[in-house]
């Protein structure tokens, strides 16, 4: 056939699907909803094949539910605020918004050129200040109820981004965007209360069905501990310090008491002090360093006495203040009581700086001297050195001295999260205005919520330096809407994870505008039903999209408790790239050249790794459609990897994707050559192939296991063309064709369309309901005939192999004797459960079988040490005998020489002794 131009029929579909709006969903109350989401994606102007694998997974999904008869709802948005807007803004001169509209559009086109079958009426982007309103309307609320709060604090800051970043932000001591080093700074910043919701969100993480790494990555994040609060008050100062341990059990082990550098107690106490200089030499040093990097228990421990003496409120005793490099602030109080007996960075930390090291803990079965010890103890042990608690069990002691904190009122015990309050400050324009003005009369004022959306001015200035919404004057000064005198706007802008936090509950009611949302919708599509999206997305946006959900709950507008049903964690997409054993690392662009390293000028060898612009080893997705096709991109992310793997890019696996495609076009189109009317055992052959198919096929898209799927409708259109070949029954190809036309419609959607149409079909496919697998065609024994047919070709082909003659004029088959077909189903169920031999012939002494009893003792060994090879089916001997006459055509055709099918005892040649049930003695001459 003519080379077909794919892009034009996929162009024609496009507008087809978009004129009739197929795709478009309402609330239908007689069908079962199904709602599919991808996350909600940052237009960065360009797919990538991230992207578009992400894309891929999802659509097909979308399509196979809704032609299961699912009312599917499946939308797009974007993630539109951001800081690479601002940049643009800052670098280039442009205007956010234009920027950001651009990329939308540039992105949407690429969306709609792979034929994803989104909702476009449903789309939504967070710079909408129809959208941010709710993001403040949500802020007043939280607010209202306690849940917002404002708070000096020590943040992570990003001097490149001139903003305030989250503690999951900061990837290695880095800025996840520009990786700029992240230093502290101590500011007055907006906060969400998530660890009010702490314990809900740990413990719900058990009926998710989320991949188990994920509930892993944030049970750890959320780190649940219990223990108890110790208060420490610093001497000389009205400075209480509340000390979360799970280890009261050593508080009379505490000789000393370490800060963090960069607690902002500790500059207050130095400052003007003899201490003050060698302070902030070690603070810049600290800052310098990786947070992560400083709890590592191999650092080198750096620190300091300040001066101060905190009181030990078990025993009153006063102990020295120091600050040291493997305390963080942000951790817990930003300061450790120090117990060098039994923590191991206290041990090493007291023997550099001379310190007292006082064992609390005995083990059982001898002493620990602390002149002698060369590291710390952290097992169990009966109380020394600690007054009414000597020789309690520490494990009892834990609890007893608890107690006594509690009747002393300085301490208790308590649940403890790692998990920090939501900081949702950021010094930057484009993200939404956070709705607070700061009256020098009323204080901290909310708008109130009719004067909603407070919206983002035009006349601000970008210069890269500071937040550009103090540029704004009209902005910045407003009046107080309680006394109505002058005032000013709060100047931040909340963090653009509010926006991905709750932009699924949107998707749902896009034009309402009455409320955030409109309940009757929410409670008919909420929750989502199938979340695809990167595993990197596993703590900041699923955490807090969790943390939303639960507030718009508690807000009256949802009835569940969680956002997502179900989780789909897509894998990388990898390509090879040169890599340099000797130097150990990937090449970048300009590092190698004529296959060798420029640094170290040794050969490179290709490795695979995750596709990376600063490598240079992407591929352009659109490059990709423009050359093949869409369906051709799309069919090649599907069946290279199912959805959880990594994904090995291969411009070979691409190419031969396009030559199956086209093939699969042309068996859709082409004429039947051969057709006969009767029966024959192909045709039940072709029938059982092709309702395994279909449910084969239908579950494993249902299990999210699409390579699979793929790879089966593979084999079952090489068998629908091998069936053409050899001859067809007219109507069971057409049913063939009809339901590989509709099976393979979420794959390659465009190519099933175009054949839909040209076969005379009412459009379109994709609204065609999947077919059922019919159980009658499944007969266990047509699958059984199928294998012996296979398996008697593949014996005939490894014999040719063997005895290499140049050409051969006969095949004798020889079908076992009778008796051998009694015996298998007398023994069918004791060799499955590998009884043994002495009870298996005694069964047989009992039968007719007797009389062969001699060549039984020989055979029933065998069976036993390997039943795997034991048909699943033994059909009736003269059933086999039939079934091999039938076939005896085929093999003539397929080995081009006399076919004879004989009967062990009628068969002159001795090899027929070695004939079992299924598995034909073979005699070639």
């Not at 919520?449 to 983002?456: A, H």
């Given at each position: 056939m003519s080379k077909v131009n794919w892009r034009e029929i996929e162009l024609k579909w496009q507008k087809k699907w978009e004129k009739?709006?197929?795709f478009k969903v309402d609330i239908d109350k007689n069908k079962e909803k199904y709602y599919c989401l991808e996350m909600y994606p940052y237009p960065s102007a360009a797919l990538h094949m991230g992207h578009l694998r992400n894309y891929s997974i999802g659509d097909c999904f979308a399509r196979f539910k809704r032609m299961k008869g699912f009312n599917v709802m499946y939308p797009m948005g974007y993630d539109s605020f951001g800081l690479p807007a601002e940049n643009a803004a800052i670098h280039h001169g442009i205007d956010p918004e234009k920027w950001t509209n651009d990329n939308i559009e540039a992105i949407k086109a690429q969306q709609k050129s792979i034929g994803l079958s989104y909702d476009w009426d449903r789309e939504i982007y967070s710079h909408d200040e129809k959208n941010y309103k709710w993001n403040q309307w949500v802020f007043i609320k939280l607010?209202?109820?306690?849940?917002?709060?404002?708070?000096?604090?020590?943040?992570?800051?990003?001097?490149?981004?001139?903003?305030?970043?989250?503690?999951?932000?900061?990837?290695?001591?880095?800025?996840?965007?520009?990786?700029?080093?992240?230093?502290?700074?101590?500011?007055?910043?907006?906060?969400?209360?998530?660890?009010?919701?702490?314990?809900?969100?740990?413990?719900?993480?058990?009926?998710?069905?989320?991949?188990?790494?994920?509930?892993?990555?944030?049970?750890?994040?959320?780190?649940?501990?219990?223990?108890?609060?110790?208060?420490?008050?610093?001497?000389?100062?009205?400075?209480?310090?509340?000390?979360?341990?799970?280890?009261?059990d050593t508080l009379y082990g505490v000789t000393f008491f370490i800060f963090a550098p960069e607690h902002p107690l500790v500059e207050k106490w130095v400052n003007g002090t003899k201490y003050e200089k060698e302070f902030k030499k070690l603070l810049k040093e600290v800052q310098e360093i990786d947070r992560f990097k400083r709890t590592d228990i191999e650092i080198e421990k750096k620190g300091m006495f300040i001066g101060k003496y905190a009181i030990n409120p078990i025993n009153k005793e006063k102990i020295p203040v120091y600050i040291g490099n493997f305390v963080i602030y942000e951790y817990g109080a930003g300061a450790v009581m120090a117990v060098p007996a039994h923590d191991q960075r206290d041990f090493e930390f007291?023997?550099?700086?001379?310190?007292?090291?006082?064992?609390?803990?005995?083990?059982?079965?001898?002493?620990?001297?602390?002149?002698?010890?060369?590291?710390?103890?952290?097992?169990?042990?009966?109380?020394?050195?600690?007054?009414e608690f000597n020789q309690l069990d520490n494990e009892v002691a834990k609890k007893e001295i608890s107690n006594k904190l509690n009747k002393m009122k300085k301490g208790s015990a308590i649940v403890n999260y790692r998990l920090r309050d939501w900081l949702i400050s950021r010094q930057r324009y484009w993200g939404t205005p956070i709705p607070i003005i700061y009256c020098d009369q009323c204080g901290v004022v909310p708008v109130?919520?009719?004067?909603?959306?407070?919206?983002?001015?035009?006349?601000v200035k970008f210069t890269g330096s500071g937040n550009p919404l103090e540029t704004s004057e009209d902005f910045v000064n407003t009046i107080c809407p309680k006394c109505e005198e002058p005032a000013k706007r709060e100047t931040d802008t909340m963090d653009t994870f509010i926006d991905s936090s709750w932009y699924f509950f949107r998707f749902c009611t896009p034009k309402y505008h009455k409320a955030i949302v409109d309940k009757k919708q929410i409670d008919y599509w909420m929750p989502v039903d199938l979340y695809i999206g990167g595993i990197e997305h596993a703590i900041l946006h699923l955490l807090y999209a969790r943390f939303f959900t639960k507030v718009l709950r508690d807000f009256g507008f949802f009835k569940g408790n969680e956002p997502f049903l179900k989780l789909l964690t897509q894998g990388m997409v990898n390509k090879e790239h040169p890599f340099c054993v000797n130097c150990n690392k990937f090449l970048h662009q300009g590092e190698y050249k004529e296959e060798k390293c420029l640094e170290c000028g040794e050969s490179y060898i290709m490795k695979s790794t995750k596709m990376s612009k600063s490598l240079g080893n992407v591929v352009d997705p659109n490059v990709i459609i423009d050359s093949y096709s869409a369906d051709i991109a799309r069919f090649f992310i599907l069946t290279t990897a199912n959805p959880t793997r990594e994904l090995e890019w291969s411009d070979a696996g691409v190419n031969n994707v396009a030559n199956f495609i086209n093939r699969v076009y042309n068996l859709f189109l082409e004429d039947i050559e051969v057709a006969h009317e009767k029966s024959e055992i192909e045709d039940a052959f072709m029938l059982f192939h092709l309702h395994n198919g279909i449910r084969k096929v239908t579950e494993s898209i249902d299990a999210l296991k699409i390579r699979d799927a793929t790879n089966v409708i593979t084999d079952l259109v090489e068998k629908i063309r091998t069936y053409k070949r050899e001859g067809v029954n007219l109507e069971i190809y057409n049913e063939c064709i009809h339901i590989l036309n509709?099976?393979?419609?979420?794959?390659?959607?465009?190519?099933?369309?175009?054949?839909?149409?040209?076969?005379?079909?009412?459009?379109?496919?994709?609204?065609?309901?999947?077919?059922?697998?019919?159980?009658?065609?499944?007969?266990?024994?047509?699958?059984?005939?199928w294998k012996m047919y296979n398996d008697i070709i593949e014996d005939i082909k490894e014999i040719l192999k063997v005895i290499k003659i140049p050409?051969?004029?006969?095949?004798?088959?020889?079908?076992?004797?009778?008796?051998?077909?009694?015996?298998?189903?007398?023994?069918?169920?004791?060799?499955?459960?590998?009884?043994?031999?002495?009870?298996?012939?005694?069964?047989?002494?009992?039968?007719?079988?007797?009389?062969?009893?001699?060549?039984?003792?020989?055979?029933?060994?065998?069976?036993?040490?390997?039943?795997?090879?034991?048909?699943?089916?033994?059909?009736?001997?003269?059933?086999?005998?039939?079934?091999?006459?039938?076939?005896?055509?085929?093999?003539?055709?397929?080995?081009?020489c006399e076919i004879v099918i004989n009967q062990e005892e009628k068969s002159k040649n001795s090899k027929s002794k070695q004939a079992l049930p299924s598995k034909p003695a073979i005699v070639i001459q």
């Open positions: 009739a709006k197929i607010f209202e109820k306690g849940l917002a709060y404002q708070e000096e604090s020590y943040v992570n800051w990003c001097s490149s981004c001139n903003t305030v970043l989250a503690n999951e932000q900061v990837i290695n001591g880095k800025c996840w965007r520009c990786s700029t080093q992240v230093k502290p700074k101590f500011l007055k910043q907006w906060f969400l209360k998530i660890r009010n919701y702490a314990e809900e969100l740990l413990n719900e993480l058990d009926n998710l069905d989320w991949p188990e790494k994920v509930k892993i990555m944030q049970r750890n994040w959320i780190g649940r501990s219990e223990g108890t609060q110790v208060e420490f008050k610093i001497d000389g100062t009205n400075e209480i310090i509340p000390i979360f341990t799970t280890r009261p007291a023997k550099k700086f001379n310190l007292p090291i006082r064992v609390v803990i005995q083990p059982f079965d001898y002493e620990l001297h602390p002149d002698k010890m060369s590291r710390a103890y952290i097992g169990e042990g009966k109380l020394v050195n600690s007054e109130p919520y009719e004067n909603l959306p407070v919206k983002l001015p035009k006349d509709i099976i393979l419609t979420p794959f390659t959607p465009h190519l099933c369309e175009e054949v839909w149409e040209k076969r005379g079909k009412k459009p379109f496919v994709s609204l065609e309901k999947w077919p059922e697998f019919n159980e009658k065609y499944l007969d266990p024994e047509i699958e059984q005939k050409s051969i004029s006969t095949i004798e088959i020889c079908v076992a004797a009778k008796w051998k077909f009694n015996l298998y189903k007398l023994i069918q169920e004791d060799i499955k459960q590998t009884i043994e031999m002495k009870k298996i012939m005694k069964k047989i002494m009992n039968t007719d079988l007797k009389k062969n009893n001699k060549e039984i003792a020989k055979l029933i060994p065998k069976l036993l040490s390997n039943p795997g090879n034991f048909p699943n089916q033994v059909l009736e001997y003269d059933n086999e005998l039939d079934f091999f006459k039938q076939i005896k055509e085929n093999l003539k055709q397929k080995f081009q």
